[in-house]
Nanobody
Framework: QVQLVESGGGLVQAGGSLRLSCVVS????????TGWFRQAPGKEREFVAA????????GYADSVKGRFTISRDNAKNTVYLQMNTLKPVDTAVYYC?????????????????WGQGTQVTVSS
């Protein structure tokens, strides 16, 4: 079992950048895939980005491709989401998720473990 804690959210103007971090603790000796999701008020949780255990393969939602970058540092048990050229539509609570396997997973039900989320607000 793993625990996930996100940080790095905040208020930023449109066009700005933020970097989210997700620290993973617990049984981190086993390979696990990680993803970022977001949920805006009144909307369902949606996939943003995912990365394999090795970090060699990544996947992105079309809405963030070219603006967001997911990466991981397994020595620090940390996964990052660099968000550039932010837009007001990116406003949401961002969640980190993990599952024991290695691959790219895009569905909420694919993940077993979730963090509490961090708020990202982009003003126009």
């Amino acid at each position: 079992q793993v625990q996930l804690v996100e940080s790095g959210g905040g208020l930023v103007q449109a066009g700005g950048s933020l970097r989210l971090s997700c620290v993973v603790s617990g049984r981190t000796s086993s390979s696990f895939a990680t993803g970022w999701f977001r949920q805006a008020p009144g909307k369902e949780r949606e996939f943003v980005a995912a990365i394999t255990w090795s970090g060699g393969t990544t996947g992105y939602a079309d809405s963030v491709k070219g603006r967001f970058t997911i990466s991981r540092d397994n020595a620090k048990n940390t996964v990052y989401l660099q968000m550039n050229t932010l837009k007001p539509v990116d406003t949401a609570v961002y969640y980190c998720a993990a599952r024991y396997s290695s691959g790219i997973y895009r569905a909420v039900h694919d993940y077993s473990y979730w963090g509490q989320g961090t708020q990202v607000t982009v003003s126009s």
